[in-house]
């Protein structure tokens, strides 16, 4: 499934800036493909904090291979076996706290659709593993939100400066007034440069 804005978002970001406009261009006939279950997109980012996509897929195989993708099966699941998928102690341990939090809290799951954005990060981010940035991930690519700016992502940040200022770091407040041009469609454009970065498209 992918978003029913996609078409239009490019449309816009490319008129908006010439940078996007070639990174779009050189990845036409692609799109972000998000995922229909929540607690699969918020386990899967805890498997990809920190770490590349590509380290990412290899442990995320693993786990798949290990259990189903369910509240009930990772609960099951014996954090040494996690640990041997490629998980740290810690985050083995977190995924036990949000098959336990999807459990204990399926009524408060149903309305997150209706929630804001910033609603949804605060609840999330109460769930012990589950940070800002995981919360973000979640609403890109399980609620499909279309204006998620993750300023806290490496690989975002890298591609960023990169693209826009030849590799060399650039302040976070200048981040930010970028990210303001690419309104509202700041998930778009923060995927395409995703994109542009690793050779694998990025999924949660």
Known sequence: MSPDYWN??????SKRDKVLKKIISAYEGELMVTRGDAFYTLARSIAGQQISVKAADSI????EAATKITPKAVLATPLDALRACGFSA????????????FL?????????????EE?????LTAVRGIGRWSAEMFLIFHLVRADVFPVGDLGMLKSIYRHYNKSEKLPLAEVRAL?????PYRSVATWYLWRALDPLPVIY
């Open 8 to 13: 239009d978002a490019k449309a816009h970001l």
């Open 60 to 63: 995320w195989k693993r786990v």
């Open 90 to 101: 810690s985050k083995a341990s977190y995924m036990h706290a949000l098959a336990e939090h």
């Open 104 to 116: 204990a809290n399926q009524k408060l799951i149903k309305h997150w659709p209706e929630m804001d």
């Open 119 to 123: 609603a949804i990060i605060k609840e």
């Open 179 to 183: 990210g303001e041009g690419w309104r």
